[in-house]
């Protein structure tokens, strides 16, 4: 799994919510105007119906619910600075927070809203309620996510994850449940995410990382002692890692022995 060609989908793992939790969800034929989105704009609920989720005030909403902080809970929230947004974004769960990572690192994404709406459907047992975790919005499409590990999804959840897939669909938005990701490939995304801002680069080692490497791979501990400065070329040729300007397979464990290609190359 090459780090500078690699997809986001092909880092998680995804959820595939059973056709029996599809089943249960209600087959009116006008649920896309009885089916409704609740965002909200600064302290204003803006309801539309699933029809128009598409439209919705992306860029004026707020996360639909508050992000709660005390003494005893189980999960821990927090916010997370991505570069490619230039803002801070709240997560609930460090499994939450992973997902952000990588859709810094391989989403390409323009913004990414935290708890975007309450979608409000019907199902068998009556009318329902979920909260998307993440909608994550890139130049050619959107992306609708939920988090939740495998062995904590139960049906109830389920039922909620097959709804949020078909408003995704109706609108054209990808819908996934992250449950975990691929060996390794967390480790090294959270390795790299360390050199993730920019740097000033006096020396020019980013350089002479690229010119070092050329076209012939070499392993990372032998590539930044061909530089001038070592130590401080280990800190650029990790930011030219996560900026997909070298490449490494994200599969493999990330060390001095970890085996570094040039982007394209490989």
Do not use: N
Request: include cysteine.
């Amino acid at each position: 799994m090459w780090s500078h060609t690699c997809a986001l989908d092909e880092l998680f793992l995804p959820y595939a919510v059973p056709e029996e939790a599809a089943g249960r969800l209600s087959d009116d034929p006008g649920w896309l105007r009885t089916w409704t989105a609740v965002w909200k704009a600064g302290k204003t609920e803006v309801i539309v119906p699933v029809r128009d989720l598409a439209d919705a005030p992306t860029a004026l909403s707020v996360p639909v619910r508050r992000f709660s902080w005390r003494a005893g809970q189980r999960h821990r929230p927090g916010l997370e600075v991505l570069v490619s947004t230039g803002r801070q974004h709240g997560f609930e769960s460090l499994a939450e927070r992973r997902l952000l990572l990588a859709l810094d690192f391989a989403g390409g994404v323009v913004e990414v809203l935290s708890q975007p709406f309450r979608l409000r459907f019907s199902q068998a047992d009556g009318p329902d309620s979920h909260i998307p975790d993440f909608l994550a919005v890139t130049p050619g499409a959107a992306w609708l996510f939920d988090v939740r590990p495998a062995g904590r999804i139960e049906q109830e959840d389920e039922v909620r994850f097959a709804a949020a897939a078909r408003a995704a669909a109706a609108v054209g938005w990808r819908y996934a449940v992250v449950t975990g990701w691929h060996r390794q490939v967390m480790t090294g995304l959270d390795t790299f995410s360390a050199r993730r801002r920019p740097m000033t680069d006096q020396l020019g080692l980013q350089g002479q990382l690229l010119e070092v490497l050329g076209r012939q791979p070499r392993q990372f501990g032998d590539l930044v002692e061909r530089t001038q400065l070592p130590a401080v070329a280990r800190t650029h040729a990790v930011h030219l890692l996560w900026h997909r300007r070298l490449a490494v397979d994200l599969r493999q464990p990330f060390g001095d022995t970890t085996w570094i290609y040039p982007a394209g190359e490989c």
